[in-house]
């Protein structure tokens, strides 16, 4: 719940940031002069980029929530087995069997969404972030192809 409200907190102050930026730009763009109109032209730009950015982060984080309790409700989210430190980290040889478990699930049913998520979810705690965020991607794919 806390990455929730951080995630809104952030984006606001991202979104206001965008605002001052467009009406800087468009001030700039209104001077007439080449350099300023530039400068302006290059500053709408990254804020429709940003926007971008900040809009498909927001469909995946939405999209990867609306999963997770799909596969909730079906009984399928994967069961934390993962061995922890004293410190509360998860310990590297338990996230490797694990992985190494969901990675063979995935192979064997590679059109399963649910086997994608879970095999996320293992990239996740392995902390392999990149992997993990394209696992996801594939497995938000592959429910929307059977939607």
Request: aromatic letters at 8%; glycine letters at 8%; a positive charge.
């Amino acid at each position: 719940m806390i990455a929730r409200l951080m995630y809104f907190v952030v984006s606001a102050a991202l979104l206001l940031g965008f605002v001052v930026i467009v009406v800087t730009g468009a001030q700039l763009m209104a001077t007439g002069s080449a350099a300023a109109v530039g400068i302006g032209v290059c500053a709408e730009v990254l804020v429709a980029l940003g926007c971008w950015f900040l809009w498909k982060t927001y469909r995946f984080g939405r999209r990867s929530g609306q999963l997770a309790r799909q596969l909730e409700a079906e009984g399928g989210l994967p069961v934390d087995e993962l061995q922890r430190t004293a410190a509360g980290r998860i310990d590297r040889d338990s996230a490797d069997e694990v992985f190494a478990r969901r990675q063979a699930e995935t192979e064997s049913t590679p059109e399963d969404w649910r086997a994608w998520f879970r095999l996320a979810v293992a990239y996740a705690d392995a902390r392999d972030t990149p992997r993990a965020r394209k696992a996801m991607q594939r497995a938000i794919s592959l429910h929307d192809a059977r939607a």
